[in-house]
């Protein structure tokens, strides 16, 4: 399994993203050794990679997190409880990782 935070130089989200996605693998019961961290410098890596603003969480090169926006290198935001943000709430994350795994709500993974 591949798991990786898609950033861009300079994120102010990319820290605090990378933290967050490790508890989530960690609370879903997997190794969040196995979380890479990829920067994107260009609009072609971005097209190549699918990537739709920093950060991006992936497995298995999928966003978990899909959208329609045009790749490019930009800034990300996230709907929250508390409006747009620049990453996920945890429980939404712990939710897409659910999903990416094929693993039913309430189930462990």
Known sequence: ???????????????SAGE?????????????????VREIFADDDATALGFHGS?????DGKDLFPVDAEPAVTCRVYPTSAGLAGQPELEALRGAI????????????
């Open 55 to 59: 950060p991006t969480f992936t497995i």
């Open 1 to 15: 399994m591949n798991i990786e935070l898609r950033t861009i130089p300079g994120c102010p989200h990319g820290a």
């Open 98 to 109: 659910r999903a990416a795994l094929g693993v039913s709500p309430g189930k462990e993974a």
């Open 20 to 36: 967050l996605f490790a508890r989530a693998l960690k609370l879903e019961g997997l190794d969040a050794a196995a979380l890479a």
